[in-house]
């Protein structure tokens, strides 16, 4: 919006020039975004509180978390707002990539509340149905991956960028739409499994936002792309922006799910932010680096297929609990140590990933 209001000025006031260049609007995205987190964050965990009698089920098996009941989930509604607002004053609201995105992170946040809601309701930790929320969830990436291919410009949009590889798009041709379906249900799923643990899923999030963000900038820059020798993306550079208010938004949320939890992200979050990832990695043509930079989310989804894989086929499971990281609870790790641990390993994950910009 500020974009779109005071650029047009910008040739008789310089200091609005400023609002061309997207490092400065990413970083005042970033602070917008963690600073309306920080103002609504304790009014909107007074408000969940009340309307939440007992506070999220916690499962009735698995670790002992017990010090945690009464804690009020839906938490997530703190990073949409906060993101969301951010966006709207910082983005250049012409750009179709930017409203794909947001569309995408309302639909799963909206997925997300739904499935919340129906646990608290019948207080119980199952919510929606599992097929009808993966119906729901494929048909909001299915429109999604449509819009993409209908306003992008790119020739080679159905293409499949390999890792380490130059300049070079393996054609896929339609079969990339269920392909880009299954990166966006996928990585919003991931995330949710993550989300176990105070602070666990969050931050591997925000690690991932910046990564992404750093990858728009120069994927859809015309002079950086090709030195690179990476996939040009007209105007992809604008979801930057959107990285950006995850990033704050996501720091402004973790001062208060910090262990203690004072709120949950729930489903509203987890969904909602794990879809944004999938569907920037789609745009930008970096599918496959979105697994390594989220590496830490694919370990703990593979962890789910390999147990219920193993417990129906032999009736023994794998790991103590799934996913991952309740295993090492049950092995006796304290949260703490597994939540930071964790973080590590997705910072070395990221580190790899981003690698794959120069490496090739």
Known sequence: MLYNF??????????????????????????????????????????????????????????????????PTMGGLMILVSAGIS??????????????VVGVIAAFGLIGFADDYAKLTRRSHNGVSGKMRLFLECAAALLAVLAYLYFTKDSQSMGLAIPFVKGYLLPLGFLFIPLAILVIVGASNSVN??????????????????????????????VYAPYLGIHLVPGAGELAIICGALIGAGMGFLWFNAPPAAVFMGDTGSLSMGAALGVIAVIVKHELVLGIIGGLFVLETVSVIVQVASFKLTGKRVFAMAPLHHH?????????????????????LALIGLSTLKLR
């Open 193 to 222: 499994l993550t989300d176990g643990l105070d602070g666990l899923a969050i931050v591997p999030v925000m690690i991932a936002a910046a990564c992404f963000g750093i990858i728009c900038y120069l994927a859809g820059n015309a």
């Open 6 to 71: 005071l650029v047009p000025f910008a040739d008789d006031f310089i200091i609005f020039n400023l609002f061309r260049y997207l490092t400065f609007r990413a970083g005042g995205a970033i602070m917008t975004a963690l600073i309306i987190c920080f103002l609504i964050g304790p009014g909107m965990i007074r408000w969940l509180k009340s309307k939440q009698t007992g506070g999220q089920p916690l499962r009735e098996i698995g670790p002992d978390h017990l010090s945690k009941a009464g804690t």
């Open 328 to 348: 090492f609870e049950k092995k006796g790790w304290s949260e703490p140590t597994i939540v930071i641990r964790f973080w590590i390993i997705a910072v070395i």
């Open 87 to 100: 966006v709207l004053l910082w983005a250049n609201l012409a750009s179709p990539f930017v409203w794909i």
